[in-house]
């Protein structure tokens, strides 16, 4: 006789059979729209994201237990008691993010769709990250010195964290003259963009590009990366700086891409992003945001001046 299931590994195997690692989460987002489903996706398309979830898993079966709910069966988990699991872990304090966090692994586990507002839970607020992903610099010089490459980098282009260690010299996009103007990256969900270099940055970023090439081949930059280094920091500095380029191109009259933006700005999202807006969004040129969000690896304007602009002094 076969032993029942555990409600741990209930909860794992719901997890379990949502795997889509290796597909694009890009492509489910547009066949969601399709379908009318809002752009909803029911798949976990990151290793990092299983585990996360997995994480949440473990510990909702804790606190049951601590409860004396005892479950046998995922059926006996109502949407009442994942509110209490929620406001108690918000009344102990745990930042707003971290229960949108708990919140996403419940819905996916449990094939809910319970929302914030729903439970009476705090809204998620750029002022209260607490974490790496925040918008709080690292200042001490060990870190800094340790990854001096690595920020210049991210301040030249933006990438997110998960890149780094995939981006290789291959990956650069060059002009006429051979400079590196820019990188094909390949971010959230499978999703490919470009992403371009800042001005100021490329004749650095092709010697850096170009010596490690000659010294270890087509390998990527970096394997690993500091766990302690705010890479978000660096992003906003990216944004920032981006920006503010664009803004001076275009009073100028010039074009900031120097011929390239056919590469680095799809054209049909750029006019989506600033169809019926105003000149100017919470005092930012809109057409200089779309191109940011562009280039930041976003969809939505809104992020980059939430989010980025303006947090760095």
Request: net charge positive.
């Amino acid at each position: 006789m076969s032993r029942k299931t555990s409600f741990k590994e209930q909860m794992f195997r719901s997890l379990n059979s949502k795997n889509c690692f290796g597909q694009s989460k890009h492509l489910a987002k547009i066949e969601s729209y399709q379908n009318g489903k809002k752009g909803v996706v029911d798949g976990i398309y990151s290793k990092k994201t299983m585990q996360d979830y997995k994480k949440v898993a473990q510990q909702f079966h804790s606190w049951q237990k601590s409860k004396g709910y005892n479950f046998h069966s995922m059926k006996e988990v109502n949407s009442s008691i994942l509110k209490e699991y929620l406001m108690e872990r918000q009344s102990q304090g745990k930042s707003s993010w971290t229960i949108s966090h708990d919140l996403s692994a419940l819905n996916k586990i449990f094939g809910t769709s319970i929302s914030k507002k729903e439970c009476g839970l705090a809204p998620r607020r750029t002022s209260n990250i607490k974490n790496n992903r925040g918008l709080a610099q690292n200042y001490r010089p060990s870190i800094q010195a340790k990854n001096k490459d690595m920020i210049a980098f991210i301040s030249a282009c933006g990438v997110r964290r998960q890149s780094l260690t995939t981006i290789a010299p291959g990956n650069a996009i060059r002009d006429k003259d051979n400079m590196v103007i820019g990188f094909k990256v390949v971010e959230k969900g499978g999703k490919h963009r470009n992403c371009y270099v800042r001005s100021e940055y490329q004749k650095a970023i092709t010697s850096f590009v170009d010596n490690h090439l000659k010294i270890h081949n087509n390998t990527p930059f970096w394997h690993k990366v500091d766990k302690n280094l705010n890479t978000h920091w660096y992003r906003a500095i990216y944004a920032n700086g981006l920006y503010h380029d664009l803004l001076k191109a275009k009073e100028n009259g010039v074009d900031y891409f120097k011929g390239y933006r056919d590469m680095f700005i799809n054209q049909g999202r750029f006019m989506k992003a600033i169809n019926g807006r105003s000149q100017n969004v919470k005092g930012y040129d809109v057409e200089c945001l779309a191109m940011v969000s562009q280039n930041m690896g976003h969809n939505r304007i809104d992020v980059v001046y939430t989010n980025y602009l303006g947090h760095i002094g």
